[in-house]
């Protein structure tokens, strides 16, 4: 026969003297003479009765109480202890609390300052995003081991190679960020995994470009006067990369000079200070020719907004059947300044917006060769500028 529920009232708990008061179906109110009151749920589970907290009163009311004693219930009825399987489900929790995408998103946050513009790019955290979290995301970091992690990078380890690398280095920085956090991880289980996966068939592909000797024939057969020809002579006379070029704001001009923002230099990891490039004459002159053409202030905008995406110059020497791609021509000033000038080397590197030296020596160091390389850089424009017979075979259907 079922034992009648519900016995208990609000107005008569608050009144209670210390004792244990049945509200019926195992619900029962244990008042403390030394203060406090606690629910409990006795039941059976396997022949043997036992006793399991719900909280205490008046923090759990008498409507919470009756609600979790339900809940419990139907878990003996399903044939389960509850006390065990509630200490299951809060282990489960506390797993899910540490997932890997848990984990990895923290270390992600942890590491922005130092990466450039706080990592919204992206290129950090995509590895992780696109090749380990769709598998590995959900799981515990504690349960991860080499197996799982050679599983998930096998598809790209040999075909995409580079990708893959910058996986498993970023896994491996949460999972140390996990340990940091105290949970107990496998540290070694990346390198293990990287044992389990061999070494790597690829071989890195350099960016193709154009001899230095055949540069100034292209950049002369830029005279149409389109944004993208515009652009590709501003990218040839500065060498700099095309990201910072092609979100050239009108506002880091002044004269001649180009000053490109600390956050937006690639390739100087730690700099805080901006990035001074020195404008040749020609470089000025491509930068009026493109000025008409400005909006929202940025030098180069898109068709509809926006600036031009980092596949328009490249799409541009594509139908022009060229196998070399724009960033390539910082390979081409680079061998020019090599084998054509005597540039000491820490001027030519700076040129081109690389961290020269170590930390200490920068610290030392306060100059950026702004004057010297304001030299070079009128030297180069005036080879690309320079008339030669070759001019016509760089002209296409572009």
Known sequence: MAHPKNKLTNAELKAKPPGKYSDGGGLWLHVRAYGGSQWFLRYTSFGRRHEMGLGGYPGVSLKEARQEAEKWRAVVRDGKNPIKERERLKREAEYNLYILRDIALDAFESRKAELKGDGKAGRWFSPLEIHVLPKLGKMPVSQIDQRDIRDTLAPIWHDKADTARKALNRLSICMRHAAALG??????????????????????????????????????????????????????????????????????????????????????????????????????????????FARDGFLFPGIRKGVISDMTMGKFMERRGMAERPHGFRSSFRDWV????????????????????????????????????????????????????QVAQFHGTA
């Open 183 to 292: 949970l107990d991880v496998d540290l070694q289980a990346t390198d293990k995994a990287k044992a389990l996966l061999g070494r790597q068939r690829h071989k890195a592909k350099h960016i193709p470009s154009l001899y230095w000797q055949d540069v100034p024939a292209f950049y002369q057969s830029l005279d149409g006067g389109s944004v993208t020809e515009l652009a590709l002579r501003l990218l040839i006379l500065t060498a700099v990369r095309s990201a910072p070029l092609r979100h050239l704001h009108l506002d880091q001009i002044d004269g001649d000079i180009w000053t490109i923002p600390a956050e937006a230099m690639k390739g100087r990891r730690d700099a805080t200070e901006d990035f001074r490039v020195p404008l040749s004459q020609e470089a000025q002159k491509a930068i009026s020719e493109a000025t008409p």
């Open 338 to 389: 090599a084998e054509a000038t005597n540039t000491p080397h820490d001027a030519a590197e700076t040129a081109l917006g690389h961290t020269v030296g170590g930390k200490v020596e920068r610290a030392y160091r306060r100059t950026d060769f702004l004057e010297q390389r304001r030299a070079l850089m009128e030297r180069w424009a005036g080879l690309l500028c320079f008339k030669n017979s």
